[in-house]
Every structure is written in C-alpha cells, then in structure tokens.
C-alpha cells in the first residue's frame, strides 16, 4: 500500500495535512530527496541523505533528524508500505508559521511519501527517447535540490507537449542539464559530462554511472559541452534516480547518429541494473 507521513505521524496517504501557513505552501521554502527502492532496498540511501543535509545547510533549514534518523524513518515507512518496488520522496520545510518573509522560529517539517514505482517503458530503454533544447532560466544554485521548480515544470511540460521525454538546457550555447536529469554524450569513445557547479545537481546517479564508466575502461572527461558538440554526438543518455540510464535518439526532432542507442550507453544501463538485479 502507498504511506504518507507528515512532522512524527505516519497518516493515510490521503489525509489533508499541510496547514495554510505551512512554508513549502507559501514559499517553496524546503529540500527534497527522491530514493528508488529495489526489491525492498533504498538504492543510494545514504548518498540520497547526505545531498539533502547539504541542501538544507545551504538555505539555512536545521533539520529535526540525523543522518541514521532519515534512514530509519525512510527504511520503516518502507517496511509500513509492504512495497517491494517504490520511489520514496521526502521533503524538509522551514516548517508552519504566520506567512512573511523572514525566517520563523518554527521547527522545520518533514513530509514523506511511499508509492508504488512505475516502470519506464522497455521500448524507450531498448529503443531510446527524444529531448528538446531549451534555455536555462533557472536561479544560480541548481546544487541546491529546492522545491522552487517551476522553470523545470514549464520547460518539461514543453518537452511532453511535443512528444519527448526530457527538456535538455543550456546558458549561452553551454549545456548545463535536463529539467530533473543529468547529461552524458559519448564522441569517438570518450565520455563527456558538465562538471559539477552551482548551475547543476550533483546528481546520485551520475555519480554512480561516472563510476560504472571507470571500472568499464570508458574513459571520461568532466568539462562544459557546448551546443553544438551535443548535437553532433554519437550518443546521448541522461540519468535519474527514476530513469536510471536512459539513451537519447532524437534531439529537437533531428536523429543523433544512426538514430539507435549507442554502445556505451547499453554497456552503462546494463552495468546499471545489474547492481539491484
């Protein structure tokens, strides 16, 4: 069954809960995490975890709960739902106080949800996806999971209006990331990657799949792809906690390369999930 749980209570999932002055509401004023469990096992916990306490430092949110507190609330709410397969999300606000803009003395609050998790399609996986190219208007501090997305959700809402996956972004002809995703190209065997900045989520994926491409001798390098380099690749993927390694075909309705997946992607996904298989 999906759970829910909201500041110590574990509730039905649909239970009204958030109050009218309750931050996240009026504000956005939060982090968030999104954790993947496989077979009853949260994939990347502690790295999931370690991201939020960052993000919640850099707003200046103090959280109500340690590291091994997140881990156990997540891991019995886990337990509570009886899922096997489910995506875990938890979000930290500055809590619930009279609505203005400087910091309250409130407690943050912290809401969870346990649901079932849905399959990409093994037509995309197998076949690949189409992405549009956007510009990148969000605020400078993307390394900051917040819940201040509404650029993300235009510029995605974009992309599946047209019939793609993903809205692919870029600041001046320099490729950042996707709208909830990181980027990869692969040109004549080597593989390219945004380096790590405040304009780009340190992604738990990405960091995995840099280390899949070590121990699989793919050679990396970590600098600024340009607009044009991206286009004229001979494969594109991009990575998320829910799309895992998901390999690009089409990019603004024109076919990269032959049009299929490449084989360094498929070495990547396959490497991928044989780690939770």
């Given amino acids: ?158 992309a599946a209006d047209t019939g793609a996956i993903e809205a692919v972004l870029h600041r001046d002809g320099v490729m950042t990331e996707g709208s909830s995703s990181n980027l990869f190209i692969i040109k004549e065997g080597m593989l390219y990657t945004t380096p790590l900045s405040r304009h780009i989520l340190a992604g738990i994926t990405r960091a995995n799949v840099l280390s899949l491409a070590k121990k699989l001798n793919i050679p990396i390098k970590e600098e600024q792809i340009r607009l044009e380099q991206f286009k004229q690749a001979d494969e594109i993927f991009i990575t998320s906690t829910t799309l895992e390694v998901m390999p690009i075909v089409t990019v603004d309705g024109e076919q990269i390369a032959d049009g299929k997946p490449g084989k360094y992607t498929m070495q990547l996904q396959n490497a991928y999930q044989a780690q939770y298989k």
């Fill in 1 to 158: 069954m999906e759970v829910a749980f909201y500041n110590g209570k574990f509730i039905d999932i649909d239970q009204l809960v958030v109050p009218i002055d309750e931050r996240g509401h009026n504000f956005g004023d939060g982090v968030y995490e999104v954790v993947r469990v496989y077979n009853g096992e949260a994939f990347g916990l502690t790295e999931h975890l370690v991201r939020l306490i960052d993000s919640a430092e850099a707003i200046r949110i103090k959280l109500p709960y340690t590291l091994e507190g997140f881990q156990e609330l997540i891991l019995e709410g886990i337990e509570k739902s009886g899922l096997k397969d489910s995506v875990v999300y938890l979000q930290v606000t500055r809590g619930v106080a009279k609505r203005q803009h400087l910091f309250p003395e409130a407690a943050a609050a912290v809401a969870m949800t346990i649901r079932e998790a849905k399959d990409v399609s093994i037509n995309l996986r197998e076949g690949g996806a189409s992405v549009i190219v956007k510009e990148d208007e969000r605020w400078l501090n993307c390394y900051i999971k917040s819940l201040n997305l509404l650029p993300n959700i235009l510029v995605k809402q974009e």
